[in-house]
């Protein structure tokens, strides 16, 4: 009999312990984020934190609203030209009213796809990453009559807020020497010239780095008008 009692509070015991547990796991995935993903998710992408003091417009008129910061994430955004990926944006001292939704600045990060970027030489032409932060081309082009397949490696830059990848080697999977003589040829053919489209006007491409599924590019801008 008593030890039918010591065995029945026992078990009470464990069962109590195992409710407290699961009790404190619940609270503690409750208050907490997953390692990293919470300084992810809400870090602006330049990543800096917004300042604690930030007020608004001493001017702000009856039919305005003022927003300290706005922030965007988008898996997708498609317009008539473009298509971008994993889109982030943050607007800073944000104001509507009879002008729109104006921003006094924003940081922007999107990933431009690499079908995008191929689909202005040509439809047969190929981007894709190179390793080392550069990007390899490969397309078709015509010379003297025939036709030449092409691949070329360069780095990419940002020249007068475009995305440029300009070629630092053309291989045209011939002899050294013919490949050396037609180089200068095929380079405008096969070089990377990319307005960033499908954003706000007055954002300025200040960034690119090549990854596995395009390229990322940072933009910034101030006095943007977000919706007209």
């Given at each position: 009999?008593?030890?039918?009692?010591a065995?029945?509070?026992?078990?009470?015991?464990?069962?109590?312990?195992?409710?407290?547990?699961?009790?404190?796991?619940?609270?503690?995935?409750?208050?907490?984020?997953?390692?990293?993903?919470?300084?992810?998710?809400?870090?602006?992408?330049?990543?800096?934190?917004?300042?604690?003091?930030?007020?608004?417009?001493?001017?702000?008129?009856?039919?305005?609203?003022?927003?300290?910061?706005?922030?965007?994430?988008?898996?997708?955004?498609?317009?008539?030209?473009?298509?971008?990926?994993?889109?982030?944006?943050?607007?800073?001292?944000?104001?509507?009213?009879?002008?729109?939704?104006?921003?006094?600045?924003?940081?922007?990060?999107?990933?431009?796809?690499?079908?995008?970027?191929?689909?202005?030489?040509?439809?047969?032409?190929?981007?894709?990453?190179?390793?080392?932060?550069?990007?390899?081309?490969?397309?078709?082009?015509?010379?003297?009559g025939?036709?030449?397949?092409?691949?070329a490696?360069?780095?990419?830059?940002?020249?007068?807020?475009?995305?440029?990848?300009?070629?630092?080697?053309?291989?045209?999977?011939?002899?050294?020497?013919?490949?050396?003589?037609?180089?200068?040829?095929?380079?405008?053919?096969?070089?990377?010239?990319?307005?960033?489209?499908?954003?706000?006007?007055?954002?300025?491409?200040?960034?690119?780095?090549?990854?596995?599924?395009?390229?990322?590019?940072?933009?910034?801008?101030?006095?943007?008008?977000?919706?007209?």
């Amino acid at each position: 009999m008593s030890w039918t009692r010591a065995k029945d509070r026992m078990v009470g015991a464990v069962a109590v312990i195992a409710v407290l547990v699961l009790a404190s796991a619940v609270a503690w995935w409750v208050m907490t984020d997953p390692t990293g993903e919470a300084d992810q998710g809400s870090a602006p992408p330049d990543g800096t934190a917004p300042p604690p003091d930030r007020r608004p417009p001493a001017d702000l008129g009856d039919d305005e609203v003022w927003l300290g910061d706005l922030r965007l994430r988008s898996g997708t955004v498609v317009t008539a030209d473009s298509r971008l990926r994993d889109v982030r944006a943050v607007g800073r001292d944000v104001v509507t009213g009879p002008d729109g939704l104006v921003a006094a600045r924003v940081a922007v990060r999107v990933t431009v796809p690499f079908r995008v970027v191929a689909a202005e030489l040509g439809d047969d032409t190929v981007v894709r990453p190179a390793g080392g932060g550069e990007a390899t081309v490969l397309r078709t082009v015509e010379v003297l009559g025939r036709e030449l397949a092409v691949a070329a490696t360069g780095t990419v830059e940002v020249q007068g807020g475009r995305l440029v990848v300009e070629p630092r080697s053309i291989d045209l999977g011939g002899p050294r020497l013919l490949s050396e003589a037609l180089a200068a040829v095929v380079r405008e053919l096969v070089t990377v010239t990319h307005d960033i489209e499908g954003l706000p006007d007055g954002l300025v491409l200040e960034r690119v780095v090549v990854r596995d599924d395009g390229f990322r590019a940072q933009l910034r801008g101030d006095d943007v008008r977000l919706v007209p």
